[in-house]
């Protein structure tokens, strides 16, 4: 099955300053991949999709590249700011169909002002 | 715009009972989900349905558990006899009408804590 690692538990960031997070995953190669802002005792918000064929995609401060060949794909704030403090989750397609999302265990973004 | 809901906010149960969690998707959408997430865990997917049935399910989603859609607007998740292990969070998604790329829209989800 698909395994999704992401970088950090936690990150601290000054505001104003670009947030990064990492996503990596191994085996299957996924179709597309996804992000997601998660706040405390709320669903998951989708925020960006990206396919295997795209290199980056943006959205108003928001960027995120997907580089298929180091299975890896970065999630960028940019002039981050407090109201950005979430976790964010990373999710992919799951081999067994297209319609099995799995996710990432997410990185807790903390903005501090 | 248009959002899922989901009732009850927060499900208390006695072990071995009975529930059901309620959803309605968004009114275009095709495809529903349910997910759990056990606090501080990651969201889990159990199932998926569509056209009145299920097309994927996870090693979670055993016989204690099913799905139905009782009316044209409404997802129900049932959990036959609850375990201690059945506390979490339940979160509902639909997504619209490709089978591939489907972004998912998620409600607020159920709490559900068996004591």
């Known amino acids: 099955s698909q395994k999704i690692e992401q970088n950090s538990e936690a990150l601290n960031i000054q505001e104003g300053k670009t947030a990064t997070l990492t996503c990596n995953y191994t085996?299957?190669?996924?179709?597309?991949l996804q992000w997601y802002r998660q706040d405390p005792g709320r669903g998951p918000v989708f925020l960006l999709l990206?396919?295997?064929?795209?290199k980056e995609k943006r959205k108003e401060r928001l960027k995120v590249t997907f580089d298929t060949t180091l299975k890896q794909s970065l999630f960028h704030i940019t002039a981050s700011q407090p109201a950005d403090s979430a976790t964010y989750l990373c999710?992919?397609?799951?081999?067994?169909?297209?319609?099995?999302?799995?996710f990432g265990t997410g990185t807790k973004l903390q903005v501090i002002p | 715009e248009p959002e899922v809901t989901q009732t009850p906010s927060h499900q208390v149960t006695q072990m071995g009972q009975e529930v059901i969690l309620r959803c309605v998707p968004i009114?275009?959408?095709?495809?529903f989900y349910w997910y759990r997430q056990i606090l501080g865990q990651k969201v889990e997917f159990l199932v998926s349905?569509?056209?009145?049935?299920?097309?994927?399910k996870s090693e979670i989603f055993d016989d204690q558990f099913s799905v139905e859609r009782p009316d044209g607007s409404n997802f129900t998740l049932k959990i036959r006899s609850t375990k201690l292990e059945d506390s979490a969070m339940y979160f509902c998604a639909s997504s619209g009408t490709s089978t591939f790329m489907n972004t998912q829209y998620f409600g607020p989800g159920t709490r559900l804590t068996v004591l």
């Open positions: 009114s275009n959408h095709l495809y």
């Open positions: 990206i396919r295997e064929n795209e």
């Open positions: 085996n299957y190669s996924p179709a597309y």
């Open positions: 999710a992919l397609d799951d081999p067994g169909g297209y319609q099995k999302v799995t």
């Open positions: 349905f569509y056209n009145n049935e299920i097309s994927e």
